[in-house]
């Protein structure tokens, strides 16, 4: 069995896209403002107002107009490594190290990551070579392993809370986590990026030997 354990960083909506996210933001706004009328909410609508970065940050976790940076991945017990380039590339190249895999392996895997890779396929008319099963209360074809911690419940651990309950280095102990990404790339500390993905993908491999006692 081909384990393939993997991790995504993504970033908001490309700068082309722009005007299409303020589009979105501007409906939004107007929606949240007339559910608010009358309720004494005109400061939240305020303040929403002025709300747009968050918005457009908000956009990295949408698979319609977020943009996958890079994918961390090991195969079986070889070393991690990650795929970076154009998003394209990198879903070419993923696709393709995934073909023969039979366990697809991450945190928080099922509700963000493969979903978010399956999304940016079609929208980069990238085929994937497997058309895996997202039934919930399964380890496969897909084992998330914050979702067997938790044994499916409704709250999740998150990786570095988990890994340094379990005694494992957190990936976050080098200066960086998840809501530091955008942040990152536009300082151009990418290569600060590659190396947080491949230490979440170690980290969940530990973790997933741990919760199967392999």
């Known amino acids: 069995m081909k384990k393939l354990y993997l991790d995504i960083e993504t970033l908001p909506a490309s700068g082309e896209q722009m005007a299409i996210i303020k589009n979105f933001y501007e409906e939004a706004k107007k929606k949240k ?4 009328t009358g309720n004494g909410s005109s400061r939240q609508n305020q ?17 319609e107009f977020g943009r996958i940076f890079c994918i961390g991945y090991a195969v079986d017990d070889q070393p991690a490594e990650c795929l970076s380039g154009t998003e394209k590339e ?3 190249k993923f696709w393709e190290i995934a073909r023969d ?15 978010f890779i ?16 997202f039934a919930r209360y399964r380890s496969n074809p897909i084992f998330d392993t914050m979702k067997e911690w938790e044994k499916w419940g409704a709250i999740g651990a998150s990786l570095h809370k988990l890994s340094i309950a379990l005694g494992i280095a957190s990936p976050k102990e080098e200066g960086i986590d998840g809501s530091q ?11 600060e990026i590659v190396e947080y993905c491949i230490r979440d993908v170690e980290a969940t491999r530990k973790i997933y030997k741990r919760i199967t006692f392999s």
């Open 47 to 63: 303040n929403e107002a002025t709300s747009f970065d968050n918005y457009f940050r908000g956009t990295s976790f949408s698979g």
């Open 101 to 115: 895999a039979s366990l697809f392996i991450g945190h928080n895997v099922m509700d963000f990551d493969m979903r």
């Open 118 to 133: 399956y999304k940016r396929s079609i929208v980069n008319n990238i085929k994937p070579t497997q058309d895996l099963s």
């Open 90 to 92: 990198i879903l070419t």
């Open 181 to 191: 990404v955008y942040d990152f790339f536009l300082a151009g500390k990418t290569a």
């Open 33 to 36: 403002a007339l559910n608010g």
